[in-house]
């Protein structure tokens, strides 16, 4: 299983709207809605950010959200901050009973 | 509170053997899948390997299968990883990860990680 493909990286200035993709195929992203989003900030484990495709968990802020196209998932980062820097993770089940992880994107805010 | 503590990371030689330890608490474990999720240093998260709420099922990436063993013990709230024939490939911090009550749930609760390193 091939990891899904996400830019090495992101920028943004405060207060910016910056959006990340997530591209796989039709056996993981395009065959299922279940999605997921992670943040990890250095040296801590990655959390939980979006779930199914959109959905929020508790306590995350409502300045992520998340969707997808065809194979293609996105999450968006609106009213950037500068606690938001870190490295974000897509992922999604796969026909196999398995799980792929994205390559990883680097948010930076400027 | 959900907690998820790992243990049993270290140095190893290649060809050698290690078991990892989980011990979870703050939530009915027998209710969830668990993962495990690994990430060598520097690099991305890949997805190891899962066992349903009392063992029965499991699943492994093709780069593990036939090597590593995951297994549960309800009755210490406990998840293991046994890994044989280790490899330099297998250096990575591993993550004990809850999932849900279905396999397709998503990864909502990490452990910090136990660090292997594989190496002569």
């Known amino acids: 299983q091939s990891a899904l493909t996400q830019p090495a990286s992101v920028s943004g200035s405060p207060g910016q709207s910056i959006t990340i993709s997530c591209t796989g195929t039709?056996?993981?992203?395009?065959?299922?809605?279940?999605v997921s989003w992670y943040q990890q900030h250095p040296g801590k484990a990655p959390k939980l950010m979006i779930y199914?495709?959109?959905n929020r968990p508790s306590g995350v802020s409502n300045r992520f959200s998340g969707s997808k196209s065809g194979n293609t998932a996105s999450l968006t980062i609106s009213g950037l901050q500068a606690e938001d820097e870190a490295d974000y993770y897509c992922?999604?089940?796969?026909?196999?009973?398995?799980?792929?992880f994205g390559t990883g994107t680097k948010v930076t805010v400027l | 509170e959900v907690q998820l503590v790992e243990s049993g990371g270290g140095l190893i030689q290649p060809g050698g053997s290690l078991r990892l330890s989980c011990a979870a608490s703050?939530?009915?474990?027998?209710?969830?899948?668990m993962h495990w999720v690994r990430q060598t240093p520097g690099k991305g998260l890949v997805w190891v390997s899962h066992i349903n709420g009392d063992g029965s099922s499991t699943t492994y990436a093709d780069s593990v299968k036939g090597r590593f063993t995951i297994s549960r013990d309800s009755a210490k709230n406990t998840l293991y990883l046994q890994m044989n024939s280790l490899r330099d490939e297998d250096t990575a911090v591993y993550y004990c990860?809850?999932?849900?009550?279905?396999?397709?749930?998503?990864?909502?609760?990490w452990g910090q990680g136990t660090l292997v390193i594989v190496s002569s």
């Open positions: 990860v809850r999932g849900g009550a279905r396999s397709w749930n998503p990864f909502d609760y």
């Open positions: 992922s999604s089940y796969t026909s196999s009973t398995t799980y792929v």
């Open positions: 039709n056996s993981d992203i395009g065959g299922y809605n279940y």
């Open positions: 703050g939530f009915t474990f027998s209710s969830n899948w």
């Open positions: 199914d495709v959109s």
